[in-house]
């Protein structure tokens, strides 16, 4: 999938229970959301208050209402990036399914649905673990429970432990790869290989209904956000 970039707007959730004080015009996930851009478009070198604060038009004293530092909007960040992006790649792996074929066509859908995973965040992410130590560990931290669950998805459909543990990194790592590859191809032609690719992946192959399932949620996703970009 092509690298992704998060766009929102700004924007309070409950303006009663948060109402706008002094100079303070936007809330904490605000900062947060404008912060994640910065981080994905430009690195985590520009993702500085000055420099946010002045895409939102807003005093950077504000910042100071939700952040202690600079530090701790960056750690905000990293932690949103592993509740998210880690934490729905593991749910993907836990889901039930009746064949090891099915289950991998399930975590695909995290590629294919931008919603799912932040594929632009987890490059930023790991392009920002070569400068930091600390952000290093977490990454680190964060693959190996990333590729434990995905070898317990293996175990759980006969796989002894050491091929389930050999599958579950080649399945993990090529995905990876594939994605840093940026490939200059469509979602269709990416979800026709799905099949071919799960064959590789388990030795296994996906039956009809298996297949059909997958290429709709496809069809859906595409029907989606081209909705949303005629809106």
């Not at 924007?11 to 109402?19: I, Q, S």
């Amino acid at each position: 999938m092509s690298k992704q970039s998060v766009t929102r707007l700004l924007h309070r959730n409950d303006p009663e229970r948060e109402p706008l004080a002094g100079n303070v015009k936007v809330t904490r996930e605000d900062w947060l959301n404008v912060a994640l851009d910065v981080l994905i478009s430009d690195g985590v070198s520009q993702v500085k208050v000055l420099n946010i604060a002045e895409r939102m038009n807003v005093s950077r004293s504000s910042f100071y209402w939700y952040f202690k530092s600079r530090q701790d909007l960056l750690d905000a960040l990293l932690s949103y990036w592993e509740e998210t992006n880690t934490a729905i790649l593991i749910r993907h792996t836990e889901a039930p399914a009746k064949t090891i074929a099915a289950a991998v066509l399930y975590f695909f859908r995290c590629f294919i649905d931008p919603e799912l995973f932040n594929t632009g965040l987890d490059f930023a992410v790991r392009d920002w673990a070569r400068r930091s130590g600390k952000v290093r560990r977490v990454l680190d931290r964060s693959d190996a429970a990333r590729t434990e669950a995905i070898e317990k998805m293996f175990a759980r459909h006969g796989y002894d432990k050491e091929e389930a543990h050999i599958r579950a990194r080649i399945l993990y790592y090529m995905q990876i790869g594939y994605n840093i590859a940026d490939l200059n191809e469509t979602m269709e032609e990416r979800v026709a290989l799905g099949p071919h690719y799960v064959i590789g992946f388990t030795g296994q192959r996906a039956t009809e209904e298996e297949i059909s399932s997958h290429k709709a949620f496809a069809r859906q996703i595409r029907n989606k956000t081209l909705s949303g970009s005629q809106t």
